[in-house]
Every structure is written in structure tokens, then in C-alpha cells.
């Protein structure tokens, strides 16, 4: 998707191991979210940013944390890895009006 | 935000409109209706949105009735890669809202030959 560079594509980790998924864009929008996806199920809102230096909790924030400190890359931090977490993450970004939402074609993450 | 309710699913032919419904009783007068899809595996896409008028792009157009409690998008000539998850979700345009999008379970629109 246009603007939102999301890496890596694929990841397996073992359980209690951290890692960061990175996302960057390239947009300037003032907005960016991170969401996972399990099988057959909705998008669900781990951690969102309204801007650079400001973050705050969405639906299921634990075992995540983020940071922003530019407008351009909203990274999430798994910090120690469970089978839990195997799932779909996406990376969103936003403009201002919320006419323009972009997402990163998604990190397949598999814990075992 | 106020809560919104789709239908599960739902079937289309192939060049036919398809109608997506969306419940929001419970939207508040400065809340926007926004339509999202998902094509399989891939991230969600903006659709269009809308307060009051009805509203066309050249994706769909949004229909929403006088008392703003429901709203239909609609695909005027379905084709097979419309087939998707389709999110309706109403939140207020341009406030600390804007960017913390709550994704429902959607409808799932099949596109048959």
C-alpha cells in the first residue's frame, strides 16, 4: 500500500524472545495505529499514536509497548514473545480528517 | 464512538449493486459514518464517509437515512474482487478519535459469478 512500509513480512520467534516490528510512512499523517488479526477474526487496536511523542492503549495493549518519537515511524516492541501473540499485525496511518488511512501489508508472526 | 451492527454476510451477483447495511442507533450529531474493506490478507482499505447527504465516489455511495441511525453502501456494478470484508464504523472526523479506528466483525460480501 501506497506510503506505509511495514517489515518484516514473516517473523517466527520463540516464546520469551523480544523483537520490534517497524513501520515507517512517508505520508506525514498525524495518526498511526498498530492492530493484529487472529484467523477469522476483526482487526483489533493494540497501541495508537494522535502524533509524534504521544501514544495511548487501544483494545488489547498488553505484552506491546510503542513509541513516536518522529511523525514518521511507529515501531512495536513485543517484549518477551507468547504463543499468544501468533498472529496478523498491521500498521496504519492516518491523516488528520481520517479520509486517508493507509495500512502496511501486514507481519505474519508466528511464536512457538 | 457509537456501536455499529452489520450483518455477517452476504451474497451478490456479479454485475449487480450490492447493498451493505449498517445499524448506528446510538450515533451522536457530530459523529461520521466510515466504510472500510479487507480483501483477503491484505490491510484495510477507506472507502468513503459521510455526515448527513448522501454521499458518491468512485468506489461506491453512501446512503444515510434522515435520522442518521442507518446508513447502506453501496456498489453499484459488483465485481468478483469486490468480494471482502466490508467495516462500518462512525467516529468523530478530525478529533483524537480520528486515528484510534475500532474495527467490528464487518460483513463479509461474496461476489458470485
Known amino acids: 500500500n501506497a506510503g506505509v512500509t511495514q517489515t518484516p513480512k514473516f517473523q517466527v520467534l520463540k516464546t520469551g524472545q523480544s523483537m520490534t516490528l517497524q513501520c515507517a510512512q512517508d505520508m506525514n499523517h498525524e495518526y498511526m495505529s498498530w492492530y493484529r488479526q487472529d484467523p477469522g477474526m476483526g482487526l483489533r487496536l493494540i497501541h495508537y499514536?494522535?502524533?509524534?511523542?504521544?501514544?495511548d492503549q487501544g483494545e488489547v495493549p498488553n505484552g506491546y509497548n510503542v513509541s513516536r518519537s518522529t511523525t514518521e515511524d511507529f515501531p512495536l516492541r513485543l517484549l518477551s514473545a507468547a504463543p499468544s501473540q501468533t498472529s496478523v499485525y498491521f500498521c496504519?496511518?492516518?491523516?488528520?480528517?481520517?479520509?486517508?488511512?493507509?495500512f502496511g501489508q501486514g507481519t505474519r508472526l508466528t511464536v512457538v | 464512538d457509537a456501536k455499529t451492527t452489520q450483518p455477517t454476510s452476504m451474497d451478490c451477483a456479479e454485475g449487480r449493486a450490492a447493498n451493505l447495511p449498517c445499524n448506528h442507533s446510538t450515533i451522536s450529531g457530530n459523529e461520521y459514518v466510515y466504510w472500510y474493506r479487507q480483501i483477503h490478507s491484505q490491510g484495510p482499505q477507506y472507502i468513503i464517509h459521510g455526515l448527513k447527504n448522501n454521499e458518491t465516489n468512485e468506489m461506491a455511495s453512501l446512503i444515510i437515512t434522515e435520522d442518521r441511525k442507518s446508513s447502506t453502501l453501496i456498489l453499484p456494478h459488483a465485481t468478483l474482487r469486490d468480494t471482502a470484508v466490508y467495516y462500518c464504523?462512525?467516529?468523530?472526523?478530525?478529533?483524537?478519535?480520528?486515528?484510534?479506528?475500532?474495527f467490528g466483525q464487518g460483513t463479509t460480501l461474496q461476489v458470485k459469478p
Open positions: 499514536s494522535v502524533g509524534a511523542g504521544i501514544t
Open positions: 464504523i462512525v467516529r468523530v472526523e478530525g478529533s483524537s478519535n480520528t486515528g484510534k479506528l475500532i
Open positions: 496504519a496511518s492516518i491523516n488528520g480528517m481520517g479520509t486517508e488511512a493507509f
